[in-house]
Nanobody, 127 residues
Framework: QVQLIESGGGLVQAGGSLRLSCASS????????IGWFRQAPGKERDFVAA????????YYADSMKGRFTISRENAKNTVYLQMNNVKAEDTAVYYC????????????????????WGQGTQVTVSS
């Protein structure tokens, strides 16, 4: 059973920074693609960012480029999402997910292509 545990959420002022962590069971992070998604109340779960198994390739939603950075530290079985210059519209529950590698990176943007999910961590941005 693959377990993913998110942490680091909380209340932050607009323009501030926050770092989310996704801790995974041993070996998980080196086997799977890890993605971050977010879901605001009444909205669908949206793609935020993803990182390849070795950490050499990263993928971002357009609205996050330049503000968010995804990274992974396989030795610690942890993937991070550094959120800078946060905005009120970033308020959501953030989930990390693990999934298999695909030849076409377009699949990393799809929640349905991920096999395992964490419980989520709430991020609230105050304006």
């Amino acid at each position: 059973q693959v377990q993913l545990i998110e942490s680091g959420g909380g209340l932050v002022q607009a323009g501030g920074s926050l770092r989310l962590s996704c801790a995974s069971s041993e070996l998980t992070s080196s086997i799977y693609i890890i993605g971050w998604f977010r879901q605001a109340p009444g909205k669908e779960r949206d793609f935020v960012a993803a990182i390849s198994r070795g950490g050499t390739s990263t993928y971002y939603a357009d609205s996050m480029k330049g503000r968010f950075t995804i990274s992974r530290e396989n030795a610690k079985n942890t993937v991070y999402l550094q959120m800078n210059n946060v905005k009120a519209e970033d308020t959501a529950v953030y989930y990390c997910a693990a999934g298999p590698s695909y030849y076409d990176s377009v699949y990393y943007y799809m929640p349905s292509k991920y096999s395992y999910w964490g419980q989520g961590t709430q991020v609230t941005v105050s304006s």
